[in-house]
T-cell receptor, first 115, second 109 residues
Framework: IAGITQAPTSQILAAGRRMTLRCTQD?????MYWYRQDLGLGLRLIHY???????GKGEVPDGYSVSRANTDDFPLTLASAVPSQTSVYFC??????????????FGPGTRLTVL | GQNIDQPTEMTATEGAIVQINCTYQ??????LFWYQQHAGEAPTFLSY??LDGLEEKGRFSSFLSRSKGYSYLLLKELQMKDSASYLC??????????WGAGTKLIIKP
């Protein structure tokens, strides 16, 4: 069982380029999340999806978009990358999304550098 | 605003006990989580508290006081592999997790 996979592992990107970070889970979880993690800051939620076909904005959604066409995949797109989007990006999933006990499980992360 | 506070860094000795504190101010409360994150890796789930009191799981215990907006993670019989960051997160009224910046724990022989 792979759990959650992310691709690429790392990427260096020129500013202004478009980039899609991929996330796939095989646990049949309903909810999925995208976070960014920056030094000295807590994980910050970018976008989330409580079930296939629905998405919502998190704390820092500007410059990012997501789609949830099916249960397993939750890609994150940077339409025109800027240096402030340099970060480590984590995808996570959980069974329900709207339950107090719901535990999130994380993918290995993508380290993105925008120059 | 919503805020989770935890110490930036702590140092402890192998075999000893360490307590990592977390205080929070959030819009609503639907549980508190502790995660462990080794350098360069993903966060992994350690514990969940929703009611006041102590939850024990092997060498790790987590305590919650909702009236004080306070939790701690207690690690006993420290091992070198416990060197990691420990993240505190609170589920708010919208069922979103609000994360602290993490506490980097350094274990010395």
């Amino acid at each position: 069982i792979a759990g959650i996979t992310q691709a690429p592992t790392s990427q260096i990107l020129a500013a202004g380029r478009r980039m899609t970070l991929r996330c796939t889970q095989d646990m049949r979880h309903n909810a999925m999340y995208w976070y960014r993690q920056d030094l000295g800051l807590g994980l910050r939620l970018i976008h989330y999806s409580n079930t296939a076909g629905t998405t919502g904005k998190g704390e820092v959604p500007d410059g990012y978009s997501v789609s949830r066409a099916n249960t397993d995949d939750f890609p994150l797109t940077l339409a025109s990358a800027v240096p402030s989007q340099t970060s480590v990006y984590f995808c996570a999933s959980s069974e329900a999304g709207t339950s107090g006990t719901d535990t999130q499980y994380f993918g290995p992360g993508t380290r993105l550098t925008v120059l | 605003g919503q805020n989770i506070d935890q110490p930036t860094e702590m140092t402890a000795t192998e075999g000893a006990i360490v307590q990592i504190n977390c205080t929070y101010q959030t819009s609503g409360f639907n549980g508190l989580f502790w995660y462990q994150q080794h350098a360069g890796e993903a966060p992994t789930f350690l514990s969940y508290n929703v009611l006041d009191g102590l939850e024990e799981k092997g060498r790790f215990s987590s305590f919650l006081s909702r009236s004080k907006g306070y939790s701690y993670l207690l690690l006993k019989e420290l091992q070198m592999k416990d060197s990691a960051s420990y993240l505190c997160a609170v589920r708010d009224s919208n069922y979103q997790l609000i994360w602290g910046a993490g506490t980097k724990l350094i274990i010395k022989p």
